[in-house]
C-alpha cells in the first residue's frame, strides 16, 4: 500500500523515496504543534476535555518531552511552552471548536486505479455546524504556499472520495480541504509575539487534476522500473544526502 507521503516524496525525488525520504516530514517543533492540536480533538471526541488550558497545557509538555527531549534549560522549555499554547490558540481561531467538530483524527482512506492503491492521509476531519452541514479537512505540512492549491491534484480526489464516505449525511455534501504550516520555533527570537498559519484551502473539484493524477501514477511507475542517478542537486538541507549515492 503506497501513503501520500510516499506517493509525494517519489514524485518529487525518486532516490529520497528510494531511501525512505519523507518529502512531508515536519520539525520538531512543529509536531509538538501538530500532534497537541489532534490530541486536543481525541480528548474531546472521547468526551475528556473537561479544562482546555490545564489540558492542553499538559499535552503541549508530554509532546516537548517526546519530540524536544534535548532541551535541558527550563528557561526553553517555558519558552516553547508559551510559543506553542500562542500558535494552537490562533488554529482555534481559524477553527472554533464551538463551530467546527470533530469527526475523525488520522484519517487514512484508500483510494484504488488501474495503476496503484494510494492511502490518502488527512490530519483531521471537522464538520461545520452550518445549513447544510460541510465536512473540512485539515493537513499538516512542514511550509505551505499558494503553489499547493493550484499543484495539488489529490485535492480533487480527496473531495470526491469523502464526498462518498459522508454521503449519508447528505447526497452532495460540501467538502473543503485546507493545507496549514507555521514556522519552526526559534530559540534565537523568544520576544517574537507574531504568530500565525500559512493556510490555502480549495472545495473545487478540477477536471485537470484527474488527467495529473493519471500522469503521476506512470511516472511514479516508471520510477520504480529503473533507477536514476541524480548527478547534481542543490538541496543541501536533504536529511538523505549523505546516503544519495551507489558507491
Same mark, same amino acid.
Request: charged share 20%.
Given at each position: 500500500?503506497?501513503?501520500?507521503?510516499?506517493?509525494?516524496?517519489?514524485?518529487?525525488?525518486?532516490?529520497?523515496?528510494?531511501?525512505?525520504?519523507?518529502?512531508?516530514?515536519?520539525?520538531?517543533?512543529?509536531?509538538?504543534?501538530?500532534?497537541?492540536?489532534?490530541?486536543?480533538?481525541?480528548?474531546?471526541?472521547?468526551?475528556?476535555?473537561?479544562?482546555?488550558?490545564?489540558?492542553?497545557?499538559?499535552?503541549?509538555?508530554?509532546?516537548?518531552?517526546?519530540?524536544?527531549?534535548?532541551?535541558?534549560?527550563?528557561?526553553?522549555?517555558?519558552?516553547?511552552?508559551?510559543?506553542?499554547?500562542?500558535?494552537?490558540?490562533?488554529?482555534?481561531?481559524?477553527?472554533?471548536?464551538?463551530?467546527?467538530?470533530?469527526?475523525?483524527?488520522?484519517?487514512?482512506?484508500?483510494?484504488?486505479?488501474?495503476?496503484?492503491?494510494?492511502?490518502?492521509?488527512?490530519?483531521?476531519?471537522?464538520?461545520?455546524?452550518?445549513?447544510?452541514? &460541510?465536512? *473540512?479537512? !485539515? %493537513? $499538516?505540512?512542514?511550509?505551505?504556499? @499558494?503553489?499547493?492549491?493550484?499543484? =495539488?491534484? +489529490?485535492?480533487? /480526489?480527496?473531495?470526491?472520495?469523502?464526498?462518498?464516505?459522508?454521503?449519508?449525511?447528505?447526497?452532495?455534501?460540501?467538502?473543503?480541504?485546507?493545507?496549514?504550516?507555521?514556522?519552526?520555533?526559534?530559540?534565537?527570537?523568544?520576544?517574537?509575539?507574531?504568530?500565525?498559519?500559512?493556510?490555502?484551502?480549495?472545495?473545487?473539484?478540477? &477536471?485537470? *487534476?484527474? !488527467? %495529473? $493524477?493519471?500522469?503521476?501514477?506512470? @511516472?511514479?511507475?516508471?520510477?520504480? =522500473?529503473? +533507477?536514476?542517478? /541524480?548527478?547534481?542537486?542543490?538541496?543541501?538541507?536533504?536529511?538523505?544526502?549523505?546516503?544519495?549515492?551507489?558507491?
Amino acid at each position: 500500500m503506497l501513503t501520500e507521503a510516499q506517493f509525494k516524496t517519489s514524485l518529487y525525488c525518486p532516490e529520497l523515496y528510494r531511501l525512505d525520504g519523507n518529502i512531508l516530514e515536519v520539525s520538531a517543533s512543529q509536531n509538538i504543534i501538530y500532534e497537541s492540536i489532534k490530541e486536543v480533538y481525541l480528548l474531546f471526541l472521547k468526551n475528556n476535555l473537561f479544562d482546555f488550558n490545564k489540558d492542553l497545557i499538559k499535552i503541549i509538555k508530554t509532546n516537548i518531552a517526546n519530540y524536544h527531549p534535548s532541551l535541558s534549560t527550563i528557561d526553553d522549555i517555558q519558552y516553547l511552552v508559551s510559543w506553542a499554547i500562542n500558535i494552537i490558540n490562533c488554529y482555534f481561531k481559524i477553527f472554533p471548536i464551538t463551530i467546527y467538530t470533530p469527526l475523525a483524527t488520522n484519517f487514512s482512506p484508500t483510494v484504488s486505479t488501474e495503476f496503484i492503491s494510494l492511502k490518502l492521509e488527512l490530519d483531521l476531519i471537522l464538520v461545520e455546524d452550518a445549513n447544510p452541514s &460541510k465536512i *473540512h479537512t !485539515v %493537513n $499538516f505540512y512542514p511550509m505551505v504556499t @499558494k503553489h499547493i492549491k493550484e499543484n =495539488d491534484f +489529490l485535492i480533487s /480526489i480527496k473531495i470526491q472520495c469523502l464526498k462518498e464516505i459522508y454521503s449519508h449525511i447528505s447526497s452532495n455534501i460540501p467538502v473543503k480541504i485546507h493545507y496549514l504550516s507555521v514556522p519552526s520555533a526559534t530559540f534565537r527570537n523568544k520576544s517574537q509575539k507574531n504568530y500565525s498559519f500559512s493556510h490555502v484551502s480549495s472545495g473545487k473539484v478540477k &477536471k485537470q *487534476h484527474k !488527467v %495529473n $493524477f493519471l500522469n503521476a501514477q506512470k @511516472k511514479y511507475l516508471e520510477s520504480c =522500473d529503473s +533507477l536514476h542517478t /541524480i548527478p547534481y542537486c542543490p538541496n543541501t538541507n536533504c536529511t538523505k544526502r549523505k546516503e544519495c549515492t551507489y558507491g
